[in-house]
T-cell receptor
């Protein structure tokens, strides 16, 4: 049972570089999302998708792009990395309605921007 | 003021003790409530939902107080393996972001 798979687990970037965090789920979930987690703060939603071809911005979307061409994949692109984007990034998916509260998370990607 | 607030801790508790912590929320439109558990350097995992009538799952009891706008988590007979950060999560239907996360309460169980 793979669940939600994120890659890479660790990445160091220089300011201005771009990169893509990959996320794939094998549970046929319609809802997928990207969060960032910073010390002393709750998880903050970056972008989310309620199905293939549909994406929307979350609370902190600036500097990030997403696309959802398939149900399984939801990559997060950092366009021009900044030190403020140093964080732990989590991809998460859900069967559908968030009212159940159950999100399935990937193991996280630790990003450092120098 | 954060919409969902938790005491960051850490709560240092001897093994076998009972520990409880609260989470307050500020938006009365909040509809559903959850506790997640996050082990050090791991991903969050759903621990339990919080129902209006309160609910229990083994050693864990969750309660909701809508009048005072807080939820609580009580852990009885604590185990070393209960050491983790406990995240409070609120579901609001009137928010695009839908799930609002607290920053977490760190619990350390000592032998």
């Amino acid at each position: 049972n793979a669940g939600v798979t994120q890659t890479p687990k660790f990445q160091v970037l220089k300011t201005g570089q771009s990169m893509t965090l990959q996320c794939a789920q094998d549970m046929n979930h319609e809802y997928m999302s990207w969060y960032r987690q910073d010390p002393g703060m709750g998880l903050r939603l970056i972008h989310y998708s309620v199905g293939a071809g549909i994406t929307d911005q979350g609370e902190v979307p600036n500097g990030y792009n997403v696309s959802r061409s398939t149900t399984e994949d939801f990559p997060l692109r950092l366009l021009s990395a900044a030190p403020s984007q140093t964080s732990v990034y989590f991809c998460a998916s859900s069967r559908g309605q968030l009212g159940t509260g159950e999100l399935f998370f990937g193991e996280g990607s630790r990003l450092t921007v120098l | 003021r954060k919409e969902v607030e938790q005491d960051p801790g850490p709560f240092n508790v001897p093994e076998g003790a009972t520990v409880a912590f609260n989470c307050t929320y500020s938006n009365s439109a909040s509809q559903s409530f959850f506790w997640y558990r996050q082990d050090c350097r791991k991903e969050p995992k759903l621990l339990m939902s919080v129902y209006s009538s309160g609910n229990e799952d083994g050693r864990f009891t969750a309660q909701l107080n809508r009048a005072s706008q807080y939820i609580s988590l009580l852990i009885r007979d604590s185990k070393l393996s209960d050491s983790a950060t406990y995240l409070c999560v609120v579901h609001r239907m009137d928010s695009n972001y839908q799930l609002i996360w607290g920053a977490g309460t760190k619990l350390i169980i000592k032998p």
